[in-house]
């Protein structure tokens, strides 16, 4: 019998898609002995943008809250989302600063990392899979799911073997914008069972509705493991839910070992803690609903809020039309990369700006330069040499791994913080994100002199 799996995602994705990410520790520990006995192949809890958010906003050191997370769950495979190169900020980190956050995070609980790049640049995967599989990890690689004339079967195929080469244990259909249909799905998951013999997962969003449909052709296709959430954090920009698939599944015939007494347990647990992100506005209904632009425009849903609010700052709303049409042709020029953090943001501007300036690239922003210089990696088709002509100018395009010319940087900030940093995981934050680690180490300072105040005061 076909068995499915089941990555639980309430902890990270759904969270990060419904509420921005804003689902403090406090909120879920009371269930997390619960889950750690539903069954899952594993809950993703940790990486993407929880590692910022817990900093930023929060006040929780993301370190502690996996260690937290890994001490009510040691039956349960943790799972993270990790960037690449980019590991969990914005920008190529160095090669050492890599390898030591795969270290920590796999020494603080994390037993599988699903590891993506925005261009699907294997040069920028590969440190990143080296490290897990020698801490003894699952490196689970993922392709950025797109269309474009170059991203055929043939070449995820071949991104796939590479993937495999470099050592990863599954492979990952990553469908950020919720775009990928049932057929896609079908055709896509069959040329990869077909390419490698590796268990393949399925991540999709139901922001355009096909997910449930694209998660059931993905499955007959072949697929193992798919991604979803418990029906209160289901659905919308979300995953599609467990318990629903878990039903329709094992109505199929698949075999499918979760525990329902258990799933309904956690469904009844997040169905108030969502309400009252409802009622406080960080879970906007909007955010719940079925949303077909983004299969007309071919754009992230995220980015098509970001296009909206960017215009209407610059009090330009009526140009809407043009900065759409003008999207797929920056794209393009760009060597059609997949629309995702960083990239969609930089599309988007830049795509705002070209109908704005009523100029194609007279303005061009720094990341853009980056990008064409090569210092996010090779593009998935070359860049419009007229278009890098006259971003870069005579400025020669690099040809090599960017983060070869990136000197090692781990050493050098740990002894720059000095006692600021009482950990290597410190030492991490600080890295990824400075200004935020610093305001973080000063507050937890604050609290525990307090605390030590307070203790005087009443002996
Ligand atoms: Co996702």
Partial sequence: ?????????????????????????????????????????????????????????????????????????????????????????????????????????????????????????????????????????????????????????????????????????????????????????????SAIKDAVDLPVDVHTHCTTGLAFMTLLKSVEAGADIIDTATPPFSGGTSQASTDTLAYALRQLGYQVDLDDAVLKEVADYFKPVRDGFIADGTLMPKSMATDTQCLTYQVPGGMLSNLLSQLKTMNALDRLDEALAETPKVRKDLGYPPLVTPTSQMVGVQAVTNVLQGERYKKVSNEVKAYCRGEYGRTPAPIDPDVQKLILGDEKPLTGRYADTLPPAFEKTKAELGDTARSDEDVLSYIAFPQLAEAFFEKRQAAEDNVVKYAIEEM
Wanted: proline residues 4%.
């Fill in 1 to 189: 019998m076909h068995k499915v799996q089941f990555v639980e995602t309430v902890l990270r994705d759904a969270n990060q898609s419904l509420m921005a990410t804003r689902l403090p520790y406090d909120k879920f520990e009371p269930i997390l002995e619960t889950m750690d006995k539903a069954g899952y192949y594993s809950v993703e809890c940790w990486g993407g943008a929880t590692f910022d958010v817990c900093l930023r906003y929060l006040n929780e050191d993301p370190w502690e809250r996996l260690r937290k997370i890994r001490a009510h769950m040691p039956n349960t495979k943790l799972q993270m989302l990790l960037r690449g190169q980019n590991i969990l900020g914005y920008k190529h980190y160095p090669d050492d600063v890599v390898r030591k956050f795969v270290q920590h995070a796999v020494k603080n609980g994390i037993d599988i990392i699903r590891i993506f790049d925005a261009l699907n640049d294997t040069d920028n995967l590969k440190v990143a899979v080296e490290e897990t599989v020698k801490c003894g990890a699952i490196a689970s690689g993922a392709i950025s799911y797109t269309t474009s004339p170059v991203h055929t079967l043939e070449n995820y195929v071949k991104m796939v073997k590479e993937l495999k080469a470099m050592g990863c244990a599954t492979i990952c259909i990553k469908d950020m914008a919720g775009i990928m249909g049932p057929q896609e799905a079908y055709d896509l998951v």
